[in-house]
């Protein structure tokens, strides 16, 4: 198995100088006015052959970029440079392609001032690994929810971070609320041991709602403030999914900002519209030619594991749709045009695992109006009876994986800001025509701990594990609680195996269940 490596810093270094000379520019400018790259890097949705990625910088400037398998980078492959100008918030991303699979991949940039040839930037490394074609162990993370409730990065940062990339993962699974867009923070929080938490380096965006395009951008280079973020993007592709929050709160075509004086942009489609620009223009996310905005998508991570993100939010109906008995575009969650490319997808899938990475859990119950237990903000409608609502779209999944005759299907999911594992039993469910599955939850990444919500009984759940706050701790605990929950998942190149396990901030491992693969010849 290719061993995993992490630039040294002499490496960074010597690669940098002759990374410099080989592009033929001028000389490394001393200048104070060199650019400079503002949010560290990114990478993300790399299968076997290719991966995206991502910079930004500080003016107007043009970007060289190289790709090598060689931490010398001896040898590199220098790639068509790409300018960062102030229409796409001098950020760039791009894909790389034909990489050789299961390879080490190193990449950095240098920037040019589009203004002062002579100005300069250091050029900025990061690197990721490519997926394999045959059989070799596989780790990933997963989690969700970065920087919410008030909490932000304090003295001690976004631990989460520093503690998932201490495992080295192949890549990591962002669950969704990735950002909150709706969630003003201010200097300092009183705690309830009269203790004081405190949020540095607040610029004013953060100070509000977004409502502007500049607004929503600022989310995403707040997160990117945080110096464990910022490694772990170095060394760690991000696979990307949205939920709400990234938008506003529980945002569907139904949402009223009429009432809320914190908006005056009361348009949900601006703001969403605002909030999709953003969001792909500050992620390492793959661009889709017939829908550039797509966030569903399936990445093939070699012969053991295909991963399928879905997008709960983008083609929902309204949260304040009644309950039906009849799947209408109304009582849609996924939409008819998604449903239809995850079943083509499941079906086509040769590989071991298929992992259904969803913004929402299945069973588990979010209102719309917590204080009233009004509408569906999930896909639970807290009834505990026959499929109902969107329901039925998860039923016609389910049942289309049993009749399609489609194994080994996982969901991973986040959202509650609480962890936990559910086993989906048919023999207990009121909707029966389907085959057990797990579903793992996790997160909050860096925001308030909740929970634990109730589960409807509909598809059968049952609690196999559940971490989330006491009665008498409360809620919206904060991140210094330790209540910070990820996800890491092995699979096994011998046994094909899969072993999830739930973990904390702090490292410790929760709880763990391994599962055997169905049909499968070693």
Same mark, same amino acid.
């Given at each position: 198995m290719t061993r995993l490596i992490r630039p040294t810093r002499r490496a960074v270094l010597a690669g940098s100088t002759a990374f410099a000379a080989s592009l033929a520019l001028p000389s490394l400018s001393r200048a104070a006015s060199r650019p400079v790259f503002t949010h560290g890097v990114q990478s993300g949705d790399v299968d076997t052959s290719s991966g995206m990625i991502w910079t930004r910088t500080d003016r107007p400037a043009r970007i060289a970029m190289e790709v090598s398998t060689a931490e010398s980078f001896k040898d590199a492959r220098r790639l068509a440079s790409m300018d960062a100008i102030p229409n796409g918030d001098l950020s760039v991303k791009r894909l790389i392609d034909a990489l050789p699979?299961?390879?080490?991949?190193?990449?950095?940039?240098?920037?040019?001032?589009?203004?002062?040839?002579?100005?300069?930037?250091?050029?900025?490394?990061?690197?990721?690994?490519?997926?394999?074609?045959?059989?070799?162990?596989?780790?990933?993370?997963?989690?969700?929810?970065?920087?919410?409730?008030?909490?932000?990065?304090?003295?001690?940062?976004?631990?989460?971070?520093?503690?998932?990339?201490?495992?080295?993962?192949?890549?990591?699974?962002?669950?969704?609320?990735?950002?909150?867009?709706?969630?003003?923070?201010?200097?300092?929080?009183?705690?309830?041991?009269?203790?004081?938490?405190?949020?540095?380096?607040?610029?004013?965006?953060?100070?509000?709602?977004?409502?502007?395009?500049?607004?929503?951008?600022?989310?995403?280079?707040?997160? &990117?403030? =945080?110096?464990?973020?910022? /490694?772990?993007?170095?060394?760690?592709?991000?696979? !990307?999914? *949205?939920?709400?929050? $990234?938008?506003?709160?529980?945002?569907?075509?139904?949402?009223?900002?009429?009432?809320?004086?914190?908006?005056?942009?009361?348009?949900?489609?601006?703001?969403?519209?605002?909030?999709?620009?953003?969001?792909?223009?500050?992620?390492?996310?793959?661009?889709?030619?017939?829908?550039?905005?797509?966030?569903?998508?399936?990445?093939?991570?070699?012969?053991?594991?295909?991963?399928?993100?879905?997008?709960?939010?983008?083609?929902?109906?309204?949260?304040?749709?009644? &309950?039906? =008995?009849?799947?209408?575009? /109304?009582?849609?969650?996924?939409?008819?045009?998604? !449903?239809? *490319?995850?079943?083509? $997808?499941?079906?086509?899938?040769?590989?071991?695992?298929?992992?259904?990475?969803?913004?929402?859990?299945i069973g588990l119950v979010v209102w719309d109006n917590f204080r009233d237990r009004a509408g569906s903000e999930g896909i639970a409608d807290g009834q505990n009876g026959p499929a109902m609502g969107r329901e039925l779209e998860v039923a016609e999944l389910l049942r289309f994986i049993k009749t399609a005759e489609i194994d080994n299907t996982v969901w991973f999911t986040a959202d509650v800001h609480y962890t936990a594992a559910h086993y989906y039993d048919p023999n207990k469910a009121q909707f029966q025509d389907f085959n057990p599955f797990w579903e793992f939850v996790s997160g909050p990444l860096h925001a308030g701990t909740f929970g634990p919500n109730g589960l409807d009984a509909t598809f059968g759940p049952e609690v196999k594990f559940v971490k989330a706050p006491t009665k008498e701790q409360g809620q919206n605990l904060p991140p210094s609680m330790g209540l910070q929950f990820f996800g890491l998942v092995d699979i096994d190149a011998q046994t094909q195996q899969m072993r999830v396990r739930l973990m904390d901030r702090g490292d410790t491992e929760l709880y763990a269940v391994t599962l055997d693969p169905v049909g499968i010849a070693l």
């Open positions: 699979s299961d390879q080490e991949i190193f990449y950095r940039f240098i920037a040019t001032d589009l203004s002062d040839t002579n100005a300069v930037s250091e050029p900025l490394v990061g690197r990721f690994r490519t997926a394999p074609m045959s059989r070799r162990n596989i780790r990933f993370a997963w989690s969700g929810d970065t920087a919410g409730q008030g909490w932000g990065i304090d003295a001690e940062g976004m631990a989460t971070y520093a503690t998932m990339a201490k495992h080295q993962p192949d890549f990591f699974i962002h669950s969704g609320d990735t950002v909150y867009a709706d969630g003003p923070m201010e200097d300092e929080v009183e705690l309830r041991d009269g203790a004081l938490w405190k949020n540095l380096m607040l610029p004013d965006e953060k100070r509000k709602v977004a409502e502007t395009l500049d607004e929503f951008r600022a989310q995403w280079k707040y997160n &990117l403030l =945080d110096e464990h973020v910022r /490694a772990m993007n170095a060394s760690v592709p991000t696979f !990307m999914q *949205w939920d709400d929050h $990234e938008v506003v709160n529980n945002w569907s075509d139904s949402k009223d900002l009429m009432g809320d004086d914190r908006y005056t942009e009361k348009s949900v489609h601006v703001l969403q519209a605002r909030a999709t620009r953003a969001f792909h223009e500050m992620t390492p996310l793959r661009i889709t030619p017939e829908e550039p905005n797509r966030v569903y998508r399936k990445i093939g991570y070699g012969p053991m594991l295909d991963v399928f993100f879905l997008d709960l939010r983008s083609y929902r109906g309204p949260n304040t749709a009644p &309950l039906s =008995d009849t799947l209408t575009d /109304a009582q849609r969650v996924l939409g008819a045009e998604q !449903m239809a *490319w995850l079943k083509r $997808e499941l079906a086509a899938s040769t590989a071991t695992w298929k992992v259904i990475a969803s913004d929402q859990p």
